[in-house]
């Protein structure tokens, strides 16, 4: 059955359940029961509340933790990227600190080069006014799309990534957008992204997959849950203010700039 779903998906959840601290009086169920399969070159977005299960999904997906009961059969190689996962730069320079795992694994130096070259031309840095430079000197955005250029030197098919905009300003996120996209469109990648930035990625992803106390509560296609999806967003919470308030934007405001514009008109009539 698992080479059956290894042709056309990338990982399937088989009622899949994860309990952290198990038979203590610190028990959690983050996951329960949980079914759900992700094709090959999607690009899914994973959305909730705090606490949702956004994260331990993710651990799972990538083969990280294993389930307390059920099945995650993985049939694609993943890499994951944590939130911040700046902090997990310790090299001095770009170059060394992506390499570091293809020098353990004993690829030559010349494979290596070429590697980082691919990786980082793939997230839009220059590998020669780059490669030198301390990663923890670059900008956030900058050291985001190092990192996912960290796991990208590994060629995984599926790329998993917590929380990747968090901490960045507005052009640092429509830059990890882009890349995210590219990653997908031109190299094939299955990207899945747990975020609660709901407003933005509903304009880049194929697919949403929404949880609740980790079990799930929405899956389709953006366009199909954005209702329920825009109800928690920052946005929303904004409209509603506003309509409290005696300004009412109407319906279909999904993202700030549909807001501002909306904002706009009603001032100047």
């Not at 009086?25 to 983050?30: G, Q, R, S, V, W």
């Not at 944590?82 to 902090?87: A, G, Y």
């Not at 001095?92 to 390499?99: A, F, G």
């Not at 990653?183 to 930035?197: H, P, R, S, Y």
């Amino acid at each position: 059955r698992s080479t059956e779903y290894k042709v056309n998906m990338s990982i399937v959840f088989e009622d899949a359940t994860y309990i952290y601290n198990k038979g203590t009086p610190m028990e959690k169920t983050a996951i329960k029961g949980l079914s759900l399969s992700i094709g090959s070159g999607e690009f899914v977005a994973v959305t909730g509340r705090p606490g949702s299960g956004r994260s331990t999904f993710l651990q799972l997906l990538g083969g990280l933790l294993k389930p307390t009961s059920g099945r995650v059969i993985i049939g694609s190689s993943v890499g994951v990227v944590f939130q911040f996962p700046e902090r997990q730069f310790f090299e001095e320079s770009v170059y060394s600190d992506l390499s570091f795992p293809l020098r353990r694994a004993g690829i030559a130096e010349g494979e290596i080069e070429v590697r980082l070259r691919d990786a980082l031309s793939a997230v839009d840095i220059d590998f020669s006014a780059y490669r030198d430079r301390s990663p923890l000197e670059l900008s956030s955005g900058e050291k985001r799309r190092v990192a996912i250029a960290a796991i990208l030197v590994l060629n995984p098919e599926v790329i998993a990534l917590d929380e990747p905009l968090a901490g960045l300003d507005g052009k640092g996120k429509m830059e990890i957008f882009e890349e995210l996209k590219r990653l997908q469109i031109e190299m094939g990648k299955t990207v899945v992204v747990a975020t609660q930035e709901w407003d933005g990625v509903l304009k880049i992803c194929d697919r949403m997959i929404s949880l609740g106390n980790g079990t799930l509560t929405g899956d389709g296609g953006a366009e199909l849950i954005k209702d329920a999806v825009s109800g928690m967003s920052q946005i929303q919470s904004l409209i509603n203010v506003l309509k409290l308030k005696g300004v009412d934007l109407g319906s279909g405001v999904f993202d700030a700039e549909e807001a501002f514009l909306r904002i706009k008109m009603t001032a100047e009539h």
